[in-house]
T-cell receptor, first 114, second 112 residues
Framework: GENVEQHPSTLSVQEGDSAVIKCTYS??????FPWYKQELGKRPQLIIDIRSNVGEKKDQRIAVTLNKTAKHFSLHITETQPEDSAVYFC?????????????FGPGTSLSVIP | SQTIHQWPATLVQPVGSPLSLECTVE??????LYWYRQAAGRGLQLLFY??????ISSEVPQNLSASRPQDRQFILSSKKLLLSDSGFYLC???????????FGPGTRLTVL
């Protein structure tokens, strides 16, 4: 079946430390992996994404890695800041006949302690 | 640039009352449109998606329905709300041929 697992469910780090969130997906046909950040009461916002033909992508303090063989992908945040505190969702997208089905992970609540 | 609107922002409704939430997208044509629900402290549950006017697909059986009367308008409805319909309702859009979904600001619905 189609499923995305995400760990940990909660994560607390000291400001300046790194944070890593890991996801696994079940469908080997998945070819697009976005990450969303959702602050309290707000909409999820895309922060970075990676496609299945790329192993790693970096954008300033944020990086995502993908291991297609193991069906794992991870989000890495370096030099964390209090404003990084939010819920992070990974997702795996698959192309259906005419739309893109996105399966979201259950989310990770990240707290950055000043 | 593209923008997505949802209204109302918040809504408090009694059990058994009807519901109508609206979503509109600007700056793009023929988008894929989606309705998600997020219960408090939980993940995103896809409710409906639409690839064109009048074309609605449901992901889960429920008390809700959706309609797309115009290309860039997506409506979520219910004839009789249940307590379990409470949540944060998010509309999203994506451009055909790409995968990225962009979310609207959401409607927070409380059913009492």
């Amino acid at each position: 079946g189609e499923n995305v697992e995400q760990h940990p469910s909660t994560l607390s780090v000291q400001e300046g430390d790194s944070a890593v969130i890991k996801c696994t997906y079940s469908d080997s046909a998945s070819n697009y992996f976005p990450w969303y950040k959702q602050e309290l009461g707000k909409r999820p916002q895309l922060i970075i994404d990676i496609r299945s033909n790329v192993g790693e992508k970096k954008d300033q303090r944020i990086a995502v890695t993908l291991n297609k063989t193991a069906k794992h992908f991870s989000l890495h945040i370096t030099e964390t800041q209090p404003e990084d505190s939010a819920v992070y969702f990974c997702a795996a997208s698959m192309k259906k006949t005419s739309y893109d089905k996105v399966i979201f992970g259950p989310g990770t609540s990240l707290s950055v302690i000043p | 640039s593209q923008t997505i609107h949802q209204w109302p922002a918040t809504l408090v409704q009694p059990v058994g009352s009807p519901l109508s939430l609206e979503c509109t997208v600007e700056g793009t044509s023929n988008p894929n449109l989606y309705w998600y629900r997020q219960a408090a402290g939980r993940g995103l549950q896809l409710l409906f998606y639409s690839v064109g006017i009048g074309q609605i697909s449901s992901e889960v059986p429920q008390n809700l329905s959706a309609s797309r009367p115009q290309d860039r308008q997506f409506i979520l409805s219910s004839k009789k709300l249940l307590l379990s319909d409470s949540g944060f309702y998010l509309c999203a859009w994506s451009v055909l041929q790409t995968d990225t979904q962009y979310f609207g600001p959401g409607t927070r619905l409380t059913v009492l």
